[in-house]
């Protein structure tokens, strides 16, 4: 059951993250980009508080690291995906 809940955050996790930096991602898109930002922001929480917690994501502490990675997992995405377009 919990894998069920963890696919629904991170699908989420992922759409919110996507849409508030300006892409348009499937659903099973969003839900990687929230599993992989979910694995980011557990890495940036462990790096920034010194806590040994490996997933967060079933508080609401958990869910706003899964955020923060995957905002910044969309940024990369977006940093290499757009291309200079000249007039």
């Known amino acids: 059951m919990s894998i069920i ?4 955050l991170g699908g989420l996790v992922g759409w919110i993250a996507a849409k ?9 898109a969003s839900i990687v980009i929230g599993i992989i930002g979910s694995f980011l922001g557990s890495w940036l929480s462990r790096l920034f ?3 040994n917690e490996a997933f967060l ?10 955020f923060i990675g995957a905002v910044i997992l969309v940024a990369i995405m977006n940093a290499f995906s757009h291309r200079s377009h000249t007039v």
């Open 49 to 51: 508080t010194g806590g």
């Open 20 to 28: 508030m930096m300006g892409r348009d991602e499937g659903i099973l």
């Open 57 to 66: 994501a079933f508080t609401w502490v958990g869910l706003f690291w899964s």
């Open 5 to 8: 809940v963890a696919i629904i």
